[in-house]
């Protein structure tokens, strides 16, 4: 059974440009939550969708925005990057969401680096 | 004062030894806990999922946690330098996805 797959692995972009990075669930899990990892702050959540809704956010500000799909692949987008934005994006997925939300696995996630 | 707080390591054992790491909370709410794996510039894998209060037991992995007191462990028995990586302990309230994290504690088994 696949994991959860998300690309691209690693990508460098300057400040002011914009990235989108792709994740696709294990199959059969409709719940997909994105998080960023970084030295300071640890694991952050972003925020979570199930049935291509957003469930729930985390702190971040506008310019985190994501999606899901009817297939419940999820994009997330980051716009006008700043340096501060350099980290490890981490995508889980899970079978559903919320009371019966079970385990969370995670993908092998991407690594942003903003010059 | 952070919800989740782990001790960052590094924390060093000789192969063989049995290993203790540990997290402590303060939201009350926090119904399930889990432990995760993770390597070097790899994603968290997930090793103990438990509810509630007690002991759950996988091999050479066994956690616990104790809510009366905010306090989760794992232990690791016969460590191997395989099991070098950092652990991080998460948890989540009832009825929501979102995880709680710690930062991690990196371990190190020498030879």
């Known amino acids: 059974k696949a994991g959860v797959t998300q690309t691209p692995r690693y990508l460098i972009k300057t400040r002011g440009q914009q990235v989108t990075l792709s994740c696709s669930p294990i199959?059969?899990?409709?719940?997909v939550s994105w998080y960023q990892q970084t030295p300071g702050q640890g694991l952050q959540f972003l925020f979570e969708y199930f049935s291509e809704t957003q469930r729930n956010k985390g702190n971040f500000p506008g310019r985190f925005s994501g999606r899901q799909f009817s297939n419940s692949r999820s994009e997330m987008n980051v716009s006008t990057l700043e340096l501060g934005d350099s980290a490890l994006y981490l995508c889980a997925s899970s079978l559903t969401s919320g009371v019966d939300t079970g385990e969370l696995f995670f993908g092998e996630g991407s690594r942003l680096t903003v010059l | 004062q952070k919800e989740v707080e782990q001790d960052p390591g590094p924390l060093s054992v000789p192969e063989g030894a049995i290993v203790s790491l540990n997290c402590t909370y303060s939201?009350?709410?926090?119904?399930?806990f889990m432990w995760y794996r993770q390597y070097s510039r790899k994603g968290p894998e997930l090793l103990m999922y438990t509810y509630s209060s007690g002991n759950k037991e996988d091999g050479r992995f066994t956690a616990q946690v104790d809510k009366s007191s905010k306090y989760i462990s794992l232990f690791i028995r016969d460590s191997q330098p395989s099991d070098s990586a950092t652990y991080l302990c998460a948890m989540r309230n009832s009825g929501y996805s979102t995880l709680t994290f710690g930062k991690g504690t990196m371990l190190l088994v020498s030879p």
């Open positions: 199959s059969g899990h409709r719940s």
């Open positions: 939201n009350s709410a926090f119904q399930y």
